[in-house]
Structure formats: structure tokens, C-alpha cells
């Protein structure tokens, strides 16, 4: 009697488990080829924290899992064979005592949200996933950042395995998709582009060049040039010194055998300088260590063969790396950091700043340098600290006209972290600009701490990062660019909100580089987002090696039109369904410029709806990319996006 109940007990407990076929296989996801893995920030680990640690999760440890960093992405392919999903996610437990971290899972099947875990914090327990994922043949697993940025967002797919039955998975990369060049090529006929507006302090010396495409040679004039002023008939180049505080209303003209152009152009003689956002070039997202005169001289001379210049491109900035780097065995970078009267050196990579300037300059072009209020830079080299009097002099002596100041080593000496502390070195930079003869754009790297946006400003920056360093990642681009709403209302002429440089063209940070990560529609919609939200624009690729794609994104007109727009608004999100956004800008002569961008993977619709705009009637629309009316449209105006694409138009009254 006793055996028949057991028998029968145990006969209950087989049914009541789960069937579990011989043939089911597991397969831990950190065991594909995790770098395939795209994220904002680092690289992906196997079965170790971001930080080398064991994986934990709400004190849980965890022997396997990919530890990977918001905005992160791994796509696998389960080609049908595949049963379960299971993991356990969360924040790693190496942010504790850090500054927070924050995040959010998603799993998406074959294009489709299947699950996500809600925001996820430091400290909080691990969250258990178990999906069916039966006949699934794409896998997409997603880590979002949870709207407070990207610092310590160490996320866990802890433990995150495959039940396999059929063939097994393997880890892809991205869609690849085909550069398509949407706009048309210049007319040979003159057309004058750039800036309508410029901004230059009384008593300090000018240049701006005339940008203008069409054949060469061209004949340059400007009517009603104000006394102090001269240009340049073959080069357009307008040089010289106002003293006087003021407005010039003049007239700019440009000539070739095929035509002429004139536009009216304004000179605003004041306090405030960058009246639009810097356009330029900077050498980290290429370059990085690896930058000498060579190179920048090089720089210079692709922004005139390219023909940017022409567009209204004018900034050649060096990043990072060409002072002196203390205790360095390198015989390139070593040397006395400063001469006998506290004048910063430059190392042997460039041996003559003030020739290199020149030589930037009679391009018609400007030229940028990077320093730090700290005793070092980022990567170690003489920084500014306790000389910045000396430094800005130095700047001024060599004829600097843009300035990157970066947070970096100053973290040691702050002595806090509150929002003073982090004011007080940069209003000592800025008093430090002020007492030399010379306007130098003053740009604050400092990631977005304390909430720059509310009192850069303040402290007389022109522009001010908003956020972490971007990568060449759809994801990067996507968490940067997107999360700049609501910092409209601090933006305006001679201070920009800077969400940081252009990663599009060949990029690498350092002497191997390589393509772009980012599809031709992820840049469509980084430059489209980028002119809408009025951000300073700087190219971070080897201009000598620019390809059709990349020249033709970065010489649209009416495109750049939209950054440079005198009134200096920046566009804000006025319409979001689920990864369907619509952005808008108000433009000085009351039309709007508005990008209608798909975040989903699939191409699908998107509606900018006018009552979203603040305008109502018939309204013309004009696809800013090809150039080209699309056509009148009353209350609504729908586009096909692709997938991580844009539809950028300019909507304005039908007259």
C-alpha cells in the first residue's frame, strides 16, 4: 500500500513539471561573438561587470551573462531554432557609491517589442525574464538609457541563455544598407551660402570669407562695407577692426561668367559673439592622440579642395594632445611645459602654433585649440591650471580664434561638486579671454555636469556639452540626440546647447580608422537632428578621405540653412508615438523646419500634424534634403521614413 501511493505521488509531481525534450540544448548569449554588441560607450564584457568585477545584481551573484552599457544593442539570429529566452537584468552591482546608473531592457522578435523592464536602477533587484521564442528568427536585445544620461548605466543580461531545439544561434551585425545620396549637386551658377548674421567684439580683428558655390573663378564684392573693413575681390575674405559699437546692414555679392548672387548680410558689432553655431572640423574623432601640424594643415587644405568652405564650413580646431606631456620618455612630447614667463610650449609635433595659424588663416579659414583647467588634460598633457592669464595670452599671440576647454584633471582640485564648484574654473578661463585683443569662441566640455545648459551662460560660454562623449553608433547617436528636448529655452544666438561632434565619414580615434558605423539613414537623421537643434557643428572625420556620401550629407544648403538660421531658435519634440518622433524649429521668417524621424528598425509612416506646429491652412512643404516642393497640404503631412531615418521639410504658408 505504502509503494502504490508513492508511485502514484511521484506520478503527479512528472506531470505537473514542465516536458523538457533530450534534444534541447543551452546556449549562454555570452558565448556568441559578443562584439558585434553596438553600445554608447566602451565595450561589451563576457561574464564580467563593466567594471572586471563578477556579475551582481541586487547583491546576486551571477557566474555568466554579458555586461554591456547604455545604449547597447546585440542582435541574434535564432533561425527559427530556438525555444526560450531566459535571463536576469538589471544594474550592476559595480555602480554602487558611483553616481546612480539607470536603465531600461527591451527584447524585440523579428521587428516586434516582446518585453521590456521598466527602469531599472543601482542597488535594485535582478528582474527575471522568460519569453517564448518559438519560431523567432531575429532576437534584438536593447539597454536604454532611463532619461538621467549615461553615467554608471552598467546593464546585466545576467545568466541570458537560449533553450535551442533546432539550429543554433549566431550573433549578427547590422543591416547594411547602401549609401543614397538624396541631394542634387550645385548649380555652376552662383549662389552666396553661410551665415546671414556675424558677431565681432569692438577694437578686435575680423575675418569671415564669403561663402559661395559655383564655378570658379568667382568675383567677390560687398556694398555699403562699413569703414574699417576691406575684402578680398578674388578670395571674399573680409578682414579688418570696428571699433565702434553697432550694427552694418551690407550687401554681399558674388560673380561668375554664368551669373550673379547677392544676399544681405548683417555685421552686429557687440558683446556677443557665434551669433550661429560654429561650423567646423575637430581632430579627436579621427585623430585623437595621433595629431600633429601635418595633419591639421592637411585639414585646412581638404576644407578648400572639398569645397566646404564654400558652404560655410570655417573652423579647424586640434583637439587634445599638443603641449608638452610631463614625465613622457617620448622625445616628441617631452620638454619644458612652459617658458620662463609662464607661456605654455607646444611639443615637437608642432613646432611653429603661430605659422600653423597663418597658414589656416590665409585660407580664409579659423582655427581651434583644446585646454583644460586642470593641471593635465584628458590624455595627460600641460593643462591650464593656476596659468590661465599666461594661456589665454599665449592663445592670443598665436591668433586662436576657438577655444575647447575641457573638465578632465580639474575633478582633483574642485573641492566640491556643487554647481559653484563646477562654475569656478570657467569663469576664471573667461576673464582670462576677456583681457586679451582677440575673439575666441569659448566651448565648455564638461559633459552636461550640474546642468551646464542652466548657467553656461553664466559663465560666458558660447556653447557647452550636454552630454557623454558620442561613438559611431546608431545608439550613441540616438541617446544623445534625442534626449537635447526641453533644453531649447536655454538656447540662443551666441549660446548653444553642443550635444557634441559629427561621426559621420572615417572616423577612429587614432591611426586605424574605418567607415562610420552609422547607416546613410542614421546620418541623415544625425545631421537633420543636429542643424534642428541648432548645435554647433563639428566634422570629426579624415577630410582627406571624404567619399560622395559624406561630402554630399555635409553640403546640403538648405539643409545647413536650418543650423545657421539667424534667429537662433532650437527645435524641440512636439509629437512622439512609441519610437516615432516629430521635431520642430521655428525659423526667422516664421516658417518651420520640422524632422519627422523613425527610431524603429522598419520603415513605416510618420504624421507632423499642424495643429503639433502651431500653424493651421494650407501650408507649402519642401523636402529640404532633395531640394524639391512636395507639394500643398492642409492640417497634416505624412512621409514614408525608413527605419533610424528622417524626413526633414521646411512647411511655410502657401502664398
Known sequence: ??????????????????????????????????????QAWGYPLKDI??????????????????????????????????????????????????????????????????????????????????????????????????????????????DAKLLVSGEKPAAVDMPVEKPYILTPKP?????????????????????????????????????????????????????????????????????????????????????????????????????????DDKKVRSAADAMVSSGLINHGWSYI????????????????????????????????????????????????????????????????YTASYEYEQQDAQQYANWEIDYLKYDWCSYGRVAGGSDRTALMAPYFVMRDALDNVNRDIVYSLCQYGMGEVWKWGAEVGGNCWRTTGDITDTWSSVEWIGFSQDGLEKYARPGRWNDPDMLVVGMVGWGSQLHPTSLTPSEQYSHISLWCLLSAPLLIGCDMTQLDEFTLNLLTNDEVLEVNQDPLGKQANRVSQIDDLEVWVKVLEDGSRAV?????????????????????????????????????????????????????????????
Not at 50 to 69: D, M, V, Y
Not at 360 to 372: A, F, M, Q, R
Open 317 to 380: 580646431n586640434i583637439d587634445d594632445c599638443w603641449m608638452v606631456k610631463p614625465d613622457s620618455k617620448d622625445s616628441m612630447l617631452a620638454g619644458d611645459p612652459r617658458d620662463a614667463r609662464g607661456m605654455i610650449n607646444t611639443n615637437k609635433n608642432f613646432p611653429d602654433m603661430k605659422a600653423l595659424s597663418n597658414y589656416v588663416h590665409n585660407k580664409g579659414l579659423k582655427i581651434g585649440i583644446y585646454s583644460s583647467p586642470g593641471p593635465v588634460t584628458c590624455q595627460g
Open 49 to 158: 561587470s563593466i567594471e572586471g568585477k563578477g556579475l551582481s545584481i541586487g547583491g546576486r551573484k551571477f557566474e555568466q551573462g554579458l555586461a554591456t552599457h547604455a545604449v547597447g544593442e546585440f542582435r541574434i539570429n535564432l533561425k527559427g531554432g530556438s525555444e526560450r529566452f531566459l535571463a536576469y537584468v538589471g544594474v550592476d552591482d559595480d555602480v554602487i557609491g558611483g553616481e546612480g546608473g539607470s536603465v531600461e531592457f527591451f527584447v524585440y522578435a523579428d521587428g516586434k517589442q516582446i518585453w521590456n523592464s521598466g527602469i531599472r536602477r543601482a542597488g535594485w533587484r535582478a528582474v527575471r525574464v522568460d519569453l517564448d521564442v518559438t519560431n523567432v528568427n531575429l532576437l534584438v536585445l536593447k539597454v536604454k538609457e532611463a532619461s538621467d544620461g549615461i553615467n554608471w548605466d552598467h546593464a546585466d543580461w545576467a
Open 595 to 655: 524632422g519627422l524621424f523613425n527610431r524603429q528598425d522598419d520603415t513605416t509612416s510618420v504624421t507632423a500634424m499642424w495643429s503639433d506646429l502651431d500653424i493651421q491652412g494650407k501650408q507649402l512643404v519642401r523636402d529640404l534634403w532633395r531640394q524639391k516642393h512636395l507639394g500643398v497640404f492642409e492640417d497634416s503631412f505624412t512621409a514614408t521614413v525608413p527605419g533610424h531615418g528622417v524626413e526633414l521639410v521646411r512647411v511655410r504658408r502657401n502664398q
Open 1 to 38: 500500500m505504502t509503494t502504490r501511493v508513492i508511485l502514484c505521488f511521484a506520478a503527479i509531481v512528472a506531470l505537473a513539471l514542465p516536458v523538457v525534450a533530450d534534444d534541447i540544448d543551452t546556449v549562454y548569449i555570452s558565448t556568441l561573438d559578443i562584439s558585434r554588441v553596438k
Open 187 to 291: 548649380s555652376p551658377k552662383p549662389r552666396i551660402n553661410g551665415p546671414k548674421v556675424f558677431g565681432v567684439r569692438p577694437g578686435h580683428p575680423l575675418l569671415y570669407t564669403i561663402a559661395a558655390t559655383g564655378d570658379k573663378p568667382m568675383e567677390f564684392a560687398v556694398d555699403n562695407l562699413p569703414t574699417g573693413l576691406a575684402v578680398d575681390e578674388s578670395t571674399g575674405q573680409i578682414t579688418g577692426t570696428l571699433n565702434e559699437k553697432g550694427e552694418y546692414t551690407v550687401m554681399l555679392r558674388a560673380k561668375n561668367a554664368l551669373g550673379t548672387d547677392e544676399r544681405q548680410f548683417r555685421i552686429v558689432v557687440g558683446d556677443t559673439i557665434a551669433l550661429t553655431p560654429p561650423l567646423g572640423w575637430n581632430s579627436w574623432n579621427c585623430f585623437a592622440l595621433d595629431i
